[in-house]
């Protein structure tokens, strides 16, 4: 790794710690299927309570940010590519299950990142 690589990283780095408000339509888990070649992303939903936290909807309970949670999802949105996975979330499925432009972009970026581990066969966590 070069200097510029470093320092892209310790950018990156850096803005994934930041604080960022919740999406109160919902959240994605991303995840790839190399099996169908899709990347995958589970759509729930949740309620933003007034502290600022993800609730369940039907529990009314706080959705812990680490470790298994046992929720079902609302929709399941696959593609062979980002675009065609923003194109389903985005134009085709009304209303969208995203409610924030800063939401809009964070799976678009997440989504080329999960393209790419697809296409390279490597690795892909979600950020």
């Known amino acids: 790794m070069n200097q510029t690589d470093l320092t892209l990283a310790a950018i990156d780095d850096k803005l994934s710690k930041r604080f960022i408000n919740l999406d109160p339509g919902g ?3 991303i995840y790839l299927d190399r099996e169908a070649g899709q990347i995958c992303a589970k759509h729930f939903t949740n309620i933003i309570s007034d502290r600022g936290l993800a609730v369940d909807p039907e529990t009314g309970k706080p959705i812990p940010v680490r470790g298994k949670v046992e929720r079902t999802h ?8 980002a675009k065609e996975l ?3 979330i985005f134009e085709e499925t009304q209303p969208s299950p995203v409610t924030m432009l800063d939401h809009a972009a964070y799976l678009g970026r997440e989504f080329v990142r999960a393209e790419l581990a697809l ?9």
């Open 27 to 29: 959240y994605f888990i």
């Open 74 to 81: 609302a929709a399941l949105f696959t593609g062979r590519t």
């Open 86 to 88: 923003c194109v389903k």
């Open 119 to 127: 296409v390279n066969r490597q690795e892909y966590v979600q950020d």
